[in-house]
């Protein structure tokens, strides 16, 4: 999941949004933060999970790929982080690609 948004709830911390590319994230999963070049930056316990209907958060156990999720339980996590679930992988998760970026000119006009 690239996280592309942070709220805040003031019961169970930060919780990171972003829509799941592929798997399932459950309640209680171990997920690592990694960052653009792949280096974890945080790690921690799923605690809960939220899906998004509209603008409404409903609360669930589990969520899965194509959904727009917000996740609670990671620490040092933040936006264009990838969070990955860390048991079944081979080799190592790779990190989704960041898919915007902004370039700044100065245009002028004679």
Do not use: F
């Not at 799923?46 to 958060?57: C, D, H, Q």
């Amino acid at each position: 999941m690239l996280t592309v948004q942070i709220e805040s709830d003031s019961y169970v911390g930060m919780l990171y949004v972003g829509r799941i590319h592929s798997g399932i994230i459950r309640v209680g999963d171990v997920l690592w933060a990694l960052d653009a070049e792949g280096q974890k930056v945080g790690e921690g316990k799923g605690k809960k999970i939220s899906a998004r209907k509209g603008l409404e958060r409903i609360e669930r156990d589990a969520a899965g790929a194509g959904e727009i999720a917000s996740v609670a339980g990671v620490k040092n996590a933040g936006v264009n982080v990838t969070l990955v679930q860390m048991e079944g992988w081979g080799e190592g998760p790779k990190p989704l690609p960041v898919v915007g970026a902004l370039t700044w000119c100065v245009h002028d006009a004679d």
